[in-house]
């Protein structure tokens, strides 16, 4: 079994996988007649027909037991999914790039500062939702419509990751 070392999430380390939406080194530009800063396009929500729409939810999620066994990924095949935490805490993000199966091998983890979200790309592996805080909320942005858009993949046992408690 693997153990996965928890990264500091970067926009360079991320962009396989995803967006990391923060402010920090963001193109932006002043608004309202100058009183306030917009951070432009931080990330760009996909969907895979014109009839599906992209859609505001919250999530409220219970922490996990460390350290965690890695079992499962999932992936959104007709769109992007992202997280932006609500009440600044820091949350984990576990990733493998896209194909028809996760590969043990090439998953990482991440851990976000609590001012960054996170933006899936369609297909993108992934973990559910992992705080680290015994609640947390999270603003999700993703997508609405017809079709199958969350397809599940169970490692084998030899296959299986353990996720370190982030020091």
């Not at 396989?16 to 990330?43: C, Y």
């Not at 409220?60 to 935490?85: I, K, N, Y």
């Amino acid at each position: 079994m693997r153990t996965l070392m928890i990264e500091p999430l970067t926009k360079e380390a991320f962009a396989p996988f995803g967006d990391v939406i923060e402010t920090d080194g963001s193109d932006h530009f002043m608004i309202n007649n100058g009183s306030t800063m917009r951070f432009h396009r931080l990330a760009t929500v996909e969907t895979a027909t014109p009839d599906d729409k992209a859609i505001i939810s919250i999530f409220r999620a219970d922490v996990l037991d460390m350290p965690l066994t890695v079992r499962m990924l999932e992936r959104h095949p007709l769109g992007s999914q992202a997280f932006v935490p609500l009440l600044g805490n820091p949350f984990l993000i576990v990733v493998a790039p896209r194909g028809d199966a996760p590969v043990s091998g090439l998953v990482r983890a991440f851990i976000t500062n609590g001012r960054q979200g996170i933006n899936y790309h369609r297909g993108v592996w992934h973990h559910p939702v992992l705080t680290i805080e015994k609640r947390d909320d999270f603003l999700v942005v993703d997508r609405s419509g017809s079709g199958n858009n969350c397809d599940e993949h169970f490692f084998n046992e030899d296959e299986l990751l353990v996720l370190a408690p982030h020091q």
